[in-house]
Each structure stands twice: as structure tokens, then as C-alpha cells.
């Protein structure tokens, strides 16, 4: 069975920074292409940043709206992936999932987990 669990999360001030860690089981990890997404309180999923697989380069991909302040990353070794938020904005603030699969083939896969809430507020 995929499983994926989201950790890390939590209230911080704007400009200050979070890590967040997806441990994934059930699945061969570094051979898929990995994203974080979230969802904002009334809003719908956006796409967040993804990673690619091992045979992929690994290669990082952003969202314009994070783009310079949000590092994707993973360890194979250990089947899990992170995202370093730095600078966080209030418009940061949503509930975070990890999945498989990259911007374009997210939507494919149904294996989300709870998620974690990140809250950036004054």
C-alpha cells in the first residue's frame, strides 16, 4: 500500500522558516518524480514545487510565488522527501500535502496523506 506522511508543520511569523518532511512508504521512492502541493482555506490545490526521479536528474521545479525562497529536496535513502520555506509570506498559509508524480502527472495519483498545516501569521 502507497502510504505518504506529512510532518513538520506548524505557526511561524512572517519571515521566518519551516522544513517540512513527507515519508513515503509502499513504493519504489527514488524511481518517481516527487511534489508538494497545497491548499489554501476557500481555495483550490495549487502545485507547489516538485522533483524529479533519480533516473530524471532530480532536476527542481517551483511555483513563481515560492520561486527563490522554497528549496524541494529528497532523500532515497531514506524514502523521504523535504521542502525548506524560508521567508515565509501569509499567503503561505495552507495545508501542505506531498504526492507523487510532477506538475503536469500530480493529479494521476490519489495517495496524499493528511497533510500538515503551515500557519504564518503575526
Known amino acids: 500500500e502507497v502510504q505518504v506522511e506529512e510532518s513538520g508543520g506548524g505557526l511561524v511569523q512572517p519571515g521566518g522558516s519551516l522544513r517540512l518532511s513527507c515519508a513515503a512508504s509502499?513504493?519504489?521512492?527514488?524511481?518517481?518524480?516527487m511534489s508538494w502541493v497545497r491548499q489554501a482555506p476557500g481555495k483550490g490545490i495549487e502545485w507547489v514545487s516538485g522533483?524529479?526521479?533519480?533516473?530524471?536528474?532530480?532536476?527542481?521545479s517551483y511555483a513563481d510565488s515560492v520561486k527563490g525562497r522554497f528549496t524541494i529536496s529528497r532523500d532515497n535513502a531514506k524514502s523521504t522527501l523535504y521542502l525548506q520555506m524560508n521567508d515565509l509570506k501569509p499567503e503561505d498559509t495552507a495545508l501542505y500535502y506531498c504526492?507523487?508524480?510532477?506538475?503536469?502527472?500530480?493529479?494521476?495519483?490519489?495517495?496524499w496523506g493528511q497533510g500538515t498545516q503551515v500557519t504564518v501569521s503575526s
Open positions: 504526492t507523487q508524480g510532477n506538475r503536469l502527472t500530480y493529479k494521476a495519483y490519489d495517495h
Open positions: 522533483i524529479s526521479s533519480i533516473n530524471s536528474g532530480e532536476s527542481r
Open positions: 509502499g513504493f519504489t521512492f527514488s524511481n518517481y518524480a
